[in-house]
């Protein structure tokens, strides 16, 4: 489990899919990219989704992920992608009151169970006293790290 901050911005894609049935039906699909500016990101999403999709395909919004960082998993199960919303809890010292602030992350799993689980793994390795108050599956297809190298995506035994 790995966490990664960057500015997340959040694609929206539509192109015709060829479905099981062989029929092709129109989709909408949304992704997640790394990237410095909605033009970068543009760029990076067109990118990325020509080496998946055959045929034209059009970007039909991309808007800033609302996600504080994101927790990838190494699991070959972990094929979901989950919003967790976090409250970090603190004492404030002039009322000694205590006060929760809001911070949403993507979590990389196979289920729900094991993104509690992630978000546990992830922030038990931290000082803060943190309470998950959701979590919920997205419509996320994937996520695409800015500098993932696509090389990574092969075997060792294939990799020079």
């Known amino acids: 489990m790995r966490s990664r901050t960057a500015t997340w911005f959040e694609c929206k894609i539509a192109y015709e899919k060829v479905m099981e049935d062989g029929l092709q039906k129109k989709v ?10 909605f033009t ?3 760029k990076r999403i067109m990118e990325e989704m020509s080496s998946y999709i ?17 927790f990838f998993s190494d699991e070959e199960m972990a094929d979901r992608w989950y919003k967790c919303k976090l409250q970090f809890i603190t004492i404030d010292e ?13 979590v990389q799993a196979g289920t729900l169970n094991g993104a509690v689980k992630n978000v546990d793994e992830v922030m038990g390795g931290t000082m803060i006293d943190y309470v998950i108050a959701s979590v919920a599956e997205t419509t996320l297809m994937d996520v695409f790290e ?15």
């Open 28 to 37: 909408t699909e949304n992704y997640v990219v790394d990237a410095l500016s």
């Open 40 to 42: 970068e990101a543009e």
């Open 54 to 70: 055959s045929g034209e395909f059009t970007v039909k919004d991309i808007k800033i992920a609302p996600y504080g960082e994101i």
């Open 94 to 106: 002039k009322t000694e009151k205590e006060k929760r602030s809001n911070v949403n992350y993507l």
């Open 146 to 160: 800015y500098g993932k190298n696509k090389q990574d995506d092969k075997p060792e035994y294939e990799q020079q």
